[in-house]
C-alpha cells in the first residue's frame, strides 16, 4: 500500500499594534507619541510519503513495515518595533527581528506487529530514527536602537547578521508504540 500523511501543520500568526500619547517613557521630558508593533509567527509543515509491505502470517498473527520519505519545513520568527517622538521633535527607535527557517528531507522505517486472541487484540510498532538525506537552514537576526542625545542612558546599537545555506541537523528518536483493545460486548476498550 501507500500512503501520504501530513503528520504537522502549523500556522500561527500574532500581531499586535498599539499607539499612545502621554508621558510613557519617564527619562523623557514631557509626553510623547509611542507606538509598538509587536508580531510572532510560526509554520511548520511534514508530510511522509509512504510504501507499506505486511505479511500475514496466521489469521490471527501479522506483520508490516512501512518505508517513509519525510520533508520537515519549519519558519519561525519575533518582530518588536517601538518608536517614542518626543515633545523636543527627537525621536527614539528600537527594533528586534529575528527569525529562521529549515527545510529537511530524510528517510524512516516503521516496523508493525499486531495479533487476535480470543480475550484481546494487540499490536506493537517501532519507527526508527530518521537518516537525514539533506537539510539547509537560514538565520536572520537584526537588532537596532537609536535614542535621544543627552537623554537616553543606553548606547546606540546596530547589529545585523544574515546567514544562508546553514547545515542543519534535525533528528527524529527511535520510538516504540503498543497497545491491546479488549472486547465488551458490541464495544472495545
Known sequence: ?????????????????????????????????FGANIRFNQKVKEEWYSLTWSYPFSDKLSIGVTTSGTRLSSNKGTLIEL????????????????????????????LGISGVSRLFNWGLTLTTPSIQISSKGAYNFKEFFSGIDGVSTNPDIFTTSRQNDLSTDYRRPLAVGGGITFPVNKNEI
Open 1 to 33: 500500500g501507500y500512503s501520504i500523511l501530513q503528520r504537522q501543520s502549523i500556522d500561527i500568526d500574532f500581531n499586535y499594534r498599539n499607539e499612545v500619547f502621554g508621558d510613557v517613557i519617564d527619562i523623557f521630558p514631557g509626553e510623547e507619541y
Open 83 to 110: 518608536q517614542a517622538l518626543a515633545e523636543s521633535g527627537d525621536v527614539a527607535q528600537y527594533q528586534f527581528d529575528r527569525n529562521y527557517s529549515i527545510e529537511h528531507f530524510g528517510i524512516l522505517w516503521k
